[in-house]
């Protein structure tokens, strides 16, 4: 049902898109190079952020229920870290406003973020742990989901934002399986969490994947900038 409301929403945007002589907004061009690279290492670090959370939010419960809890009372405190999002995750937009520092903030929250979900299999106060994991991940996803519209030039970002989110979904759809295949090879409930805690990490390695592109100059603004 999902799917088929999208592909509607597509049929629609394809349907509506501006008549000719409307308002033309900058010339899109293809990615190449430095701006294909960039493209690809934000949605691998979005990708890895959001697969990791997911995957602590499915297979949460089934380590809550080997430790003798409800069916209902595990999803309740699995739910904790994503309530726990909708003050953490604005409060860290804000935050990375005002320090105007978001690779601090990316790499800090990412890695207490694995280090909270490596408390989870063993802190005694399941509900504490998740709460953890909530606040954790409030901080990197305004400077995230920043990367791309900051480093691409217009005509070039929603493309680069296709190809961002093409790696995210790849990511998510990954991920899942992979936890799931750890739990079964390993047979330990906690096994998918800690697995999502290694893939939260490597969030950073997007991010300096990112950063090392981003340094580099383009070939169309060092042409600009020797013509000038």
């Known amino acids: ?47 890895c952020f959001n697969a990791s959370l997911v995957a602590v939010v499915a297979f949460g419960p089934g380590l809550l229920l080997a430790r003798g809890a409800g069916l209902g009372e595990a999803g309740g405190v699995v739910s904790l870290a994503i ?42 106060h399941a509900a504490l742990a998740f709460c953890l994991v909530g606040v954790a991940i409030g901080a990197p996803p305004g400077g995230l989901m920043a990367l791309l519209p900051r480093a691409l030039p217009p005509e070039r970002l929603a493309t680069g934002l296709g190809v961002f989110y093409t790696v995210f979904y790849v990511m998510m ?45 383009s070939p169309a603004r060092m042409h600009s900038r020797q013509g000038g």
């Open 173 to 217: 759809a990954l991920t899942q399986p992979a936890a799931g295949l750890v739990r079964d090879v390993v047979g330990d409930p906690s096994a998918p969490i800690v697995l999502a805690a290694f893939i939260m990490a490597a969030t950073v390695i997007g991010l300096a994947v990112f950063r090392r592109l981003e340094r580099r100059r």
């Open 83 to 124: 309530w726990v999002t909708m003050l953490s995750v604005p409060l860290g937009g804000v935050l990375t406003d005002r320090l105007g520092r978001p690779t601090l903030l990316v790499v800090t929250g990412s890695l207490l973020a694995a280090g909270t979900m490596l408390l989870i299999p063993v802190l005694a």
């Open 1 to 47: 049902a999902t799917a088929a409301a999208a592909g509607i929403g597509l049929v629609l945007m394809l349907l509506c898109r501006d008549a000719p002589g409307g308002a033309a907004g900058p010339k899109r061009t293809a990615l190449r190079g430095r701006d294909l690279g960039l493209s690809v290492s934000a949605g691998f670090a979005w990708g």
